[in-house]
């Protein structure tokens, strides 16, 4: 799949932008901080509908705006969809389907798939386990939008048990009316976080070796990654692998159990202490956790191998023509050494839209330029396309709204 034109008002540095995109590779060039990012974070929302570098909207309308639009066309196989979002701060995004009415905005996931790379994602490596648990839920839910609202589910459930909990933290007379509060959320907690979790071992099956084999290609080294799930719900001492042979039922089962192991501390501290909130994805290169023994160059290319091997995992779940996800890779050939920019740009090949950003155009591996179809110069609010390969069509600057041919869905 491909956008083939994206439209921004009153997003970040952008107060209108209509920029005509094609299949193959566009390299965004510009000096640091005129918005190379800004836009490909708005591809990605689009198809995400979050940011990879903020939680909330507010930082992502221009300032001074009210809201701000993100619109893409996505072509899939020659179908098109125009996904369209209007982004607020105190109340819902609105989200439309091809200009239809409003829809939830979770009927506009799976329309577009991205995959996006950037320095931010050594937090995954790195990072506090938040970044991990919204990695493979993130990439979940892209492949099963289903499971935002096991995901909406959880939330709610949390906040409820948490501030029963707290209201009644410490307190001696937990009485029955409390008590039968709790097994209220403890259940529905149970249900929600067996489906999180049942998505993200199910996931992790298939992610684990595509992620090593990224790795290999980056590489070439003698380490292998591996991914392991470490549940805040399994009894200390017991066998986390055994995980990976537990039904949804059984991870059920598993959550209530730690709720009635934990209910002492959980009452005297006021919070949940356990459930998928409180879980991590282990990543081991080799023998150690990547966490804390990788080096510099260990890291970077774990987390790209995350992200390829994300982009793998896609294409596996969805061979279909046109699945492919958009990958995007921000500001990361700068970072790289020649021999990992020259695999990363061999790997390039293999996907039908490539978005790069880079501040200059040394950043980039010639073995990349080879395929470039195009270059945009990108300056603060604007931007201008410098070249075009032979074999890109011009696009209708024009269309903004659904093909007149009778395709959309
Ligand atoms: N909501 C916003 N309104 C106006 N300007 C913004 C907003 N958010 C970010 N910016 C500006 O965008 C610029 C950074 O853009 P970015 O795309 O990250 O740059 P780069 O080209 O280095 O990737 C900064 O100058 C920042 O002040
Ligand atoms: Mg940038």
Not at 104 to 124: C, I, N, Q
Not at 246 to 271: C, K, P, T, W
């Amino acid at each position: 799949m491909f956008v083939d034109h994206l439209s921004l008002l009153d997003f970040r540095t952008y107060q209108a932008l209509d920029l005509p995109l094609t299949p193959g590779l566009t390299v965004f060039v510009g000096p640091n901080g005129v918005g190379k990012t800004n836009i490909v974070e708005a591809v990605d929302w689009a198809a995400t509908l979050g940011s990879h570098r903020v939680p909330g909207n507010g930082p992502l309308i221009a300032t001074g705006a009210e809201r701000g639009v993100v619109r893409a066309r996505v072509d899939r196989a020659g179908q098109r969809t125009v996904l369209e979002y209007e982004l607020n701060v105190g109340r819902p995004n609105r989200v439309r389907i091809n200009r239809a009415a409003p829809v939830r905005a979770r009927e506009a996931l799976g329309t577009l798939h991205t995959v996006l790379f950037s320095p931010e994602d050594l937090t995954l490596v790195k990072g506090d386990p938040s970044h991990r648990r919204r990695f493979l839920d993130d990439l979940a839910t892209a492949m099963r939008p289903v499971l935002s609202a096991a995901r909406a589910d959880y939330d709610r459930a949390l906040k409820q048990r948490n501030a029963l909990l707290k209201s009644t933290r410490g307190r001696r007379g937990f009485d029955e009316s409390d008590r039968a509060t709790l097994a209220v959320w403890n259940d529905q907690l149970a249900r929600a976080g067996a489906a999180v979790m049942g998505a993200r071992l199910q996931l992790l099956k298939a992610l684990g070796p595509e992620v090593d084999r990224a790795y290999q290609q980056l590489t070439d080294g003698p380490k292998h990654v591996s991914l392991g799930y470490e549940s805040s719900s399994v009894a200390p001492g017991a066998d986390q692998e055994a995980l990976g042979h537990f039904s949804v039922a059984d991870l059920y089962d598993l959550m209530m159990q730690a709720f009635e192991r934990m209910e002492r501390q959980e009452r005297d501290r006021g919070i949940t202490l356990v459930g998928p909130h409180r879980d991590d994805l282990l990543i081991r290169l080799g023998e150690t956790p990547a966490k804390g023994y990788a080096s510099h160059g260990e890291t970077w290319s774990t987390a790209l191998a995350l992200r390829l091997g994300s982009w793998y995992v896609h294409l596996a779940d969805d061979p279909g023509r046109g699945s492919a996800p958009v990958l995007i890779l921000d500001d990361v050939f700068a970072e790289l050494d020649a021999r990992r920019r020259r695999r990363l740009a061999e790997l390039v090949g293999q996907a039908e839209q490539v978005l790069v950003t880079a501040a200059v155009d040394e950043d980039l591996p010639s073995a990349l330029l080879e395929h470039t179809h195009t270059v945009v110069d990108v300056s603060p609010g604007a931007v201008a396309v410098r070249s075009a390969a032979a074999s890109a069509e011009p696009s209708d600057p024009a269309t903004d709204g659904p093909d007149t041919g009778g395709h959309g869905g």
